[in-house]
């Protein structure tokens, strides 16, 4: 079956502009995830969607970065005023049920700041 | 707060050579140990975990052992393939009700000569 998609593959903007990434997660997965990978980098954990509802929004590094999930299927992350230390690899996954379920990731979308 | 630090790569090594990436990490409570490993130009996916200490988790020939005395979770491949070439990352999960969390470390880049 088809995997958890992300749209786009690549976003170029300038600085203080506003995006929007999309994520497509596994048709019947619960949980959604969003992590940041910069260059050089692990990902780093930003958010964990159970359902409709930001269940942990614990790792968005200000409130300039925002998202959500208002079906409960497809997530859309939202970073304003962009600065080029936002430039990363935004990766998305999702899972069966609550944690502990494995998580399957999609392939980024490379945000790149100018 | 939890941490994982893993072998500086990259890594080089001819087709049929044994593969060994160490991993450490540093938690609270009983976390639970994972490798990823993401092939070029795809996402991250799950090659093996391991949920609690002294079990082994394994997959397409790789192995790592939980070892809670060292708080480590190495991966080892006896033969390596040209088409092990990938980046792989050291992960772990919170215990209790943040397991949903995973903390990565910063990737290893494993590159296999034929």
């Known amino acids: 079956g088809a995997g958890v998609s992300q749209t786009p593959s690549n976003k170029v903007t300038e600085k203080g502009k506003y995006v929007e990434l999309r994520c497509d997660p596994i048709?019947?997965?619960?949980?959604l995830y969003w992590y940041r990978q910069s260059l050089g980098q692990g990902p780093e954990f930003l958010i964990y969607?159970?359902?409709?509802?930001?269940?942990?929004d614990s790792g968005l590094p200000n409130d300039r970065f925002f998202a959500v999930r208002p079906e409960g299927s497809v997530s859309t992350l939202k970073i304003q005023r962009t600065e080029r230390g936002d430039s990363a690899v935004y990766l998305c996954?999702?899972?069966?049920?609550?944690?502990?379920?494995?998580?399957?990731f999609g392939p980024g979308t490379r945000l790149t700041v100018t | 707060g939890n941490s994982v630090t893993q072998m500086e790569g990259p890594v080089t090594l001819s087709e049929e050579a044994f593969l060994t990436i160490n991993c450490t990490y540093t938690?609270?409570?009983?976390?639970?140990l994972f490798w990823y490993v993401q092939y070029p130009g795809e996402g991250l996916q799950l090659l093996l975990k391991?949920?609690?200490?002294?079990d082994k988790g394994s997959n397409k020939g790789f192995e790592a052992t939980y070892r809670k005395e060292t708080t480590s979770f190495h991966l080892e491949k006896g033969s390596v393939q040209v088409s092990d070439s990938a980046v792989y990352f050291c992960?772990?999960?919170?215990?209790?009700?943040?397991?949903?969390?995973?903390?990565f470390g910063k990737g290893t880049l494993l590159t296999v000569n034929p």
């Open positions: 992960a772990l999960s919170d215990s209790g009700g943040s397991n949903y969390k995973l903390t």
């Open positions: 969607f159970q359902g409709t509802g930001a269940a942990d």
């Open positions: 996954a999702s899972s069966l049920g609550d944690g502990g379920h494995e998580q399957y």
């Open positions: 048709s019947g997965h619960t949980a």
């Open positions: 938690a609270t409570g009983y976390p639970s």
């Open positions: 391991a949920t609690k200490a002294d």
